[in-house]
């Protein structure tokens, strides 16, 4: 089982970006999904979460009216559509993955499967 992510890469502050996340996941509808980051020299960190539909999303308030996480299950594929970048907002990407979710999580250690990370960076 993978995680695939693209559509990272370098953009101007206030540019745009949509990354991707592919899944080999048979039962991928079983899964709810998630975007995390880690910037340099800091700690990994939640960015946003989408439940198995795609009916109920959460996120950061570092994240709140700039980014969008959608998912399309035919595809086995989620988005982050990424607006209004700020520098503060370099960084990798990471998708992950976690299987028959009760509730939306924004602890990494609560998925079960990452992809292997997509670099955003954002210049002044």
């Known amino acids: 089982v993978q995680l695939q992510a693209s559509g990272g890469g370098l953009v101007q502050a206030g540019g745009s970006l949509r990354l991707s996340c592919t899944a080999s996941?048979?039962?991928?509808?079983?899964?709810?999904l998630a975007w995390f980051r880690r910037a340099p020299g800091k700690e990994r960190e939640f960015v946003t979460a989408i439940s198995l539909s795609g009916s109920s999303t959460t996120y950061a308030d570092s994240a709140k009216g700039r980014f969008t996480i959608s998912r399309d299950n035919a595809k086995n594929t989620v988005y982050l559509q990424m607006n209004s970048l700020k520098l503060e907002d370099t960084a990798v990407y990471y998708c992950?993955?976690?299987?028959?979710?009760?509730?939306?999580?924004?602890?990494?250690?609560?998925?079960?499967?990452w992809g292997q990370g997509t670099q955003v960076t954002v210049s002044s």
């Open positions: 996941i048979i039962t991928f509808n079983r899964y709810a």
């Open positions: 992950a993955a976690k299987s028959l979710p009760i509730r939306s999580e924004t602890l990494p250690s609560k998925y079960d499967l």
